[in-house]
């Protein structure tokens, strides 16, 4: 099965109790047994739900990995992960990522002996330099958030496998639509399903995809015993949302596209960010390991005063100031006032996220009155 088909096939069955072409949500807390033990495989909802059963498989199926596991948020997801981890250990991070992600490195994990190293992920060699018989992990996005760069994720799977490091890939802004991780060598692919998977702005959730069957027993274990399950309404919408991925990402594109070239050439804006432009820094590697270069992009205006950004930022109508991305409806952000503010500000500044950078999350709304409302907007 090809991806468009697995979307909209892969996991679901319909209801054996009545046909429901719609996989059921199952909202219960615990399931009757016949006799101790003899159970239909469903004992307590935190360990097993089948609507989560289902979207579990469907997201192994599009990621080309053997398991899934849900969350209840991507953070969910991402502090699973850490969890494999023990004191003493060494996990080498992008430099350029969600402010949540750093967040929850630095003020939740380093605090348990885990050490961190942010290097620039655009540089396999940055990456070398600072393994070391005590990495475990190598973490990444890509593209990343909110500049744009782009990691070679075969060339950092191959620094992970000689250093017996696992790889995690955070694929939210790609989607598995542009961009399948475990294909490249990566060893884990986590997911905010709040953004483009449930891509309707109307849940937040998590998931953490991989091959590998030991890592899946010590994630299950890790998923049941810690809990940061998701609801099955919550699966429920997240698996609706797969549906349509396929259709909804290549408009995305499209208009990202169109949105990226109209900034590039307008006299105020001053950088564009976006994977897409052939004079792009990652644009080779981009080509390589993705199919397209979706609708996340970030700019600056020539005038670089922070009440600059400001006046675009409060005064666009269709793209709405909002945190978040990846739903239909288009948004705009202030990484460095929104999700980066957890980030120290010289940090910030360092890695290009100026004060003045806008980003945006371009939705599926007509084009030209996209472009409109950024001509009306930017002056
Ligand atoms: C939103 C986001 C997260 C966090 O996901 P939540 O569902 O908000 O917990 C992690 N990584 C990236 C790239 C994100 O955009």
Redesign the pocket.
Same mark, same amino acid.
């Given at each position: 099965m090809r991806l468009e088909t697995k979307l909209i096939h892969a996991g679901v069955e319909p209801d054996p109790t009545t046909g429901a072409i719609m996989t059921p949500i199952y909202q219960t807390s615990t399931y009757v047994q016949k006799a101790p033990g003899d159970h239909k495989g469903y004992e307590y909802a935190r360990t097993q739900n089948p609507t989560r059963d289902a979207l579990q498989s469907a997201l192994a199926a599009i990621e080309s990995g053997s398991w899934g596991l849900c969350f209840g948020?991507?953070?969910? =997801? *991402?502090d699973a992960v850490l969890k494999l981890l023990e004191p003493g250990d060494e996990v080498v991070a992008a430099d350029d990522?969600?402010g949540?992600?750093y967040r929850i490195f630095t003020k939740v994990f380093e605090k348990y002996g885990i050490r961190f190293h942010f290097v620039d992920m655009q540089n396999p060699s940055a990456v070398a330099a600072v393994l070391n018989a005590r990495t475990r992990l190598i973490w990444t996005?890509t593209p990343t958030?909110p500049m744009m760069t782009i990691t070679d994720i075969a060339a950092v799977a191959e620094l992970a496998k000689a250093h017996k490091a696992l790889l995690c890939v955070?694929n939210?802004?790609a989607s598995p639509y542009l961009q399948n991780p475990l294909e490249w060598g990566a060893d884990l692919v986590?997911h905010? =399903? *709040?953004?483009y998977l449930g891509g309707h702005s109307d849940v937040?959730?998590?998931c953490i995809i991989g091959k590998d069957a030991a890592l899946e027993e010590r994630l299950r274990f890790i998923q049941n015993s810690c809990g940061a399950v998701p609801g099955p309404q919550d699966c429920f919408l997240v698996l609706r949302g797969l549906k349509t991925l396929h259709v909804r990402m290549q408009r995305h594109c499209e208009n990202g596209r169109t949105v990226a070239e109209w900034l590039r050439a307008h006299p105020k804006v001053g950088k564009v960010y976006w994977c897409g432009f052939e004079d792009s820094p990652g644009f080779a590697v981009a080509r390589k390991q993705m199919r397209d270069f979706g609708g996340m992009m970030s700019f600056t205006l020539k005038d670089d005063r922070m009440e600059a950004a400001n006046r675009v930022l409060s005064s666009t109508r269709l793209f709405s100031l909002a945190e978040?991305?990846?739903g239909v409806e288009s948004l705009i952000g202030h990484p460095a006032s929104m999700?980066h503010a957890s980030i120290p500000r010289e940090d910030r500044i360092r890695r290009g996220l100026l004060d003045s950078l806008i980003r945006l999350s371009v939705g599926l709304e007509n084009a030209d009155d996209l472009l409109a409302d950024l001509d009306r907007a930017i002056g």
């Open positions: 948020s991507g953070m969910a =997801a *991402t990522m969600y949540g992600t996005e958030n955070d939210t802004f986590v905010s =399903a *709040t953004k937040v959730h998590g978040s991305l990846g999700t």
